[in-house]
């Protein structure tokens, strides 16, 4: 290269392409079922595709949209706070559209993180969150959730904070063990974050598929508030992922701090999209519990037929992402479990270990997606079974 350095900037030379990249490409290069990126294959709401369309004929967001999103959703993010949570965000101030919860994450990163800054996040982590930490300049920490139970051992989160942690980084429901923090872990945590006055990064995508009980943000505890960035998308709770739509509620100054690196990352993005998701979120809690319920029906359904198969299947309490351990079938290396799949079993899936930095702790664990209709579903618990022929 050029002046003897690599193209690459070395924050990010140990990130390449992604592994959900790397594995829908196998999926479509061996006309395999892909259990492995989080998309469903139907689309959402009939009348939420039409508000869309609506939009687009009406001239609504075919040209730049607000830079925070326009009115109409983020009184509706609002509303939806309030619906469900108790929490009130004054929709003006204190509410901002992303381009997905990804952007989100990358802009609440760069926005609140110098070099040298610590982050302590739960791992296996959805990978862009040590892309976007990288990116900051700061370090990632993890806070390991090992199999069975994947629950974050609350001794070692004190242990790892130290004089330069600046934020926690969460994710419940958790992608991709499917763990759901309770309340009482959610409650130790926040007393953490107020004892050391640490921010606390929240990514709540999954927030209406926890398939027992219900989602409760640590944003709602006393003295959370005003340290909180909670973040969500429209992605996973109407099944429109590419729309790409997601959103952060935070108290003003969070909220100004986000918009500050957000503003030069997308500016803007989904104007016409905006428009019906602000319809979407107004939607009965009848969608609500029947997305949820249909979800859980297909996360009984697969893990069903992944047991059969003679996976070790470790339940999700939430998501729709089912892990397993392939240590049954003999294996230890999921990665390399994974990109044989395909020409075994016409079977794409995930494997936990790049989730990791100890590679020890997941490196025999796979992910499989339950997004699906059930005859795909169906007919991949079929194809799975030839692994114990």
Not at 231 to 239: E, H, N, P, Q, R
Not at 245 to 255: E, F, I, K, R, Y
């Amino acid at each position: 290269m050029t002046q003897g350095r690599p193209a690459l900037n070395r924050r990010l030379a140990e990130f390449g392409t992604t592994i959900f990249a790397e594995m829908s490409a196998l999926a479509v290069r061996t006309g395999s079922i892909n259990l492995g990126q989080g998309f469903p294959d139907t689309d959402g709401p009939e009348e939420i595709r039409e508000a869309a369309v609506r939009a687009l004929r009406e001239g609504k967001g075919n040209q730049y949209p607000p830079g925070p999103g326009i009115p109409e959703l983020r009184s509706a993010i609002s509303e939806h706070q309030k619906r469900f949570y108790d929490l009130r965000f004054d929709p003006d101030t204190e509410v901002l559209v992303t381009a997905g919860a990804t952007e989100a994450i990358a802009a609440a990163m760069l926005a609140l993180l110098e070099p040298g800054d610590e982050v302590i996040a739960f791992e296996p982590f959805y990978d862009s969150y040590a892309a976007c930490i990288a990116m900051a300049g700061a370090k990632r920490v993890p806070l390991t959730l090992r199999a069975p139970s994947f629950r974050p051992d609350l001794d070692e989160l004190r242990a790892a904070i130290t004089p330069r942690t600046r934020l926690l980084l969460l994710n419940t429901p958790h992608n991709p063990t499917g763990m759901v923090l309770t309340a009482e872990e959610q409650s130790a945590i926040a007393s953490l974050a107020i004892e050391h006055d640490l921010l606390v990064v929240t990514d709540e995508v999954y927030e209406h598929l926890v398939h027992e009980g219900r989602h409760h943000p640590i944003a709602a505890l006393p003295g959370m508030r005003e340290r909180t960035v909670s973040i969500s998308s429209a992605g996973k709770t109407f099944s429109f992922t590419g729309w790409k739509v997601g959103w952060v509620t935070a108290n003003g100054p969070l909220v100004a701090a986000v918009r500050t690196a957000k503003q030069y990352l997308t500016y803007v993005s989904a104007g016409p999209f905006q428009y019906a998701i602000a319809e979407a979120l107004r939607l009965p809690d009848s969608y609500f519990d029947g997305f949820r319920a249909d979800l859980r029906h297909k996360r009984d359904l697969l893990g069903a037929g992944l047991r059969a198969a003679g996976f070790d299947v470790y339940q999700p309490q939430g998501t729709y992402f089912i892990t397993t351990d392939i240590t049954p079938f003999g294996e230890k290396d999921a990665y390399a479990f994974c990109r044989a799949l395909p020409e075994r079993c016409g079977v794409v899936a995930i494997p936990n270990s790049v989730f990791y930095d100890d590679l020890d702790a997941g490196r025999s664990q796979v992910r499989f997606t339950f997004c699906k209709r059930d005859d795909v579903l169906q007919e991949a618990a079929s194809r799975l079974r030839r692994l114990a022929s």
